[in-house]
């Protein structure tokens, strides 16, 4: 579904933050992407959103390459994203928030409608504050409204950044549920995730980035039980506690 081919980008000239990074997402797949901090896993989701652009290499979507093609234009193919630190119009309320996910379908009232009922049912605790002020919500309560705000746009894969992060940990586990009923529909994702350990149990496949580039990649059971990666990036007691 998903390709990236030997990628390569930078911030700035003869810096380079991403070294030929290959990884292949298929359809009902979900592969982490592991690795420590400026290991280089956000900027691999900013490249293949658009956000920032490759240096060199190949990025395509079922086929199509879209490695030239703005970030509107990929989303409008189906590649959407749930950023890092969730990015809430604080001062817009939750369903404001979660419609402007459906902007590139806004011609379709109906579709959007259904979707968002759709969106509801995942998260019941948004229908009930849909016209609460999206900046008076708690760290998960926004995480929510991320997923669901990419949700609208009817995505063919979605890129999820830490949705861990900031999350208390009864919510997070309500978010990796939503995120496994993602991929039992159909939609592969790629998972940006600092706690390895949920991050390989939701997924099938893993990569571990150093320095911009990928050193393992494998099965998600190989990673979770290789000595040299838990002792070397994640620490035993992250992935086998």
């Known amino acids: 579904m ?30 982490a992407v ?28 079922d086929g199509v390459d879209i490695t030239k093609l703005s970030p509107d ?4 193919l ?26 590139v ?8 409608a259904t979707t968002m009922e759709e969106v509801y049912q995942l998260f019941p605790i948004l229908k009930e504050r849909d016209q609460q002020l999206a900046g008076s919500l708690s760290g998960g309560q926004q995480q929510m409204v991320a997923i669901a705000r990419a949700l609208m746009a009817k995505p063919r894969v979605v890129l999820c950044d830490e ?10 586990r309500e978010i990796f549920a939503v995120l496994g009923s993602l991929r039992k529909q159909g939609i592969p994702i790629l998972l940006v995730e600092q706690n390895a350990k949920k991050a390989l149990e939701l997924s ?7 320095n911009g580039e990928v050193v393992f990649s494998g099965s998600a059971d190989e990673l979770a039980r290789s000595d040299a990666v838990n002792s070397a990036y994640l620490g035993k007691a992250v992935v086998g506690s």
């Open 105 to 112: 379908r806004r011609r379709d009232g109906a579709g959007l």
């Open 78 to 103: 189906g590649v959407v994203q749930v950023p890092e630190g969730r990015q809430m119009l604080s001062g817009m309320t939750v369903k404001e928030n979660i419609l402007l996910g459906g902007y």
């Open 2 to 31: 998903l390709s990236i081919q030997s990628v390569s980008a930078s911030y700035e000239v003869g810096v380079p933050v991403l070294k030929s990074v290959s990884i292949e997402l298929g359809a009902n797949e979900v592969i």
């Open 73 to 76: 234009r990929r989303v409008q």
């Open 204 to 210: 099938d496949r893993g990569v571990l980035l150093r």
């Open 34 to 61: 592991l690795g420590a901090n400026g290991a280089g896993k956000s900027t691999l989701l900013r490249v293949i959103s658009g956000l920032l652009p490759c240096t060199s290499g190949r990025i395509t979507l």
């Open 163 to 172: 949705p861990s992060f900031g999350v208390a940990p009864l919510v997070v």
